[in-house]
């Protein structure tokens, strides 16, 4: 078995998904820093080989992206295969837990998962998480609703939540200090 991967064209330019017959275990933008590490990180977890190809599961990434891009789907079905640590994965899962087109500082992220002290650790697991816009750490601001750390770049973080403000009805201002 392995992990069957290809590349979408994207409107934030090409991504890479990954997934075997678990779920998605990989969306990310091709050119971000930390891309080689999370493969990697994946790789050794998993105790597979990434091969290039076609997956059920890659066609339903594509059509459900495709629909996210265009504003009419909101939440994803496919099914994800996480890969990390217990605390990483609890942090990615909170992240499915804030609302499509609002945002939350990471201080409130750390109350909301139990622990306000670990506000650097949350943080660290955002930057981790190698299913962007899926899990949405871009939903994730700074405690003054400012736009800090998104492994995708800066101008992709705005670019998400201005498209998820302008398709959910809702104002980015508002909705960066909720």
Same mark, same amino acid.
């Given at each position: ?77 496919? &099914? @994800? ?13 909170? @992240? ?39 899990? &949405? ?16 770049? @800066? ?24």
């Amino acid at each position: 078995m392995s992990i069957i991967y290809k590349y979408f064209h994207t409107p934030l330019g090409k991504m890479m998904g990954a997934a075997t017959d678990n779920g998605v275990c990989l969306f990310e933008f091709e050119y971000r820093k930390s891309l080689s590490k999370i493969q990697q990180r994946i790789q050794a977890a998993l105790s597979m080989d990434y091969e290039e190809g076609e997956h059920p599961l890659l066609n339903q990434l594509e059509n459900e992206a495709q629909e996210y891009f265009t504003g009419t789907r909101k939440i994803f079905d496919v &099914p @994800l295969q996480l890969i990390g640590t217990d605390f990483q994965k609890k942090v990615w899962k909170g @992240l499915l837990d804030i609302p499509y087109g609002e945002t939350r500082s990471y201080k409130k992220q750390s109350i909301y998962l139990g622990d306000i002290k670990a506000i650097r650790a949350v943080a660290t697991a955002n930057g981790q998480n190698g299913i962007a816009i899926i899990i &949405p750490c871009h939903r994730v601001i700074g405690d003054n609703g400012s736009l800090v750390g998104y492994g995708g770049g @800066l101008p992709k973080k705005k670019w998400l939540l201005e498209h998820e403000a302008k398709h959910s009805g809702k104002d980015l201002q508002t909705s960066l200090f909720e």
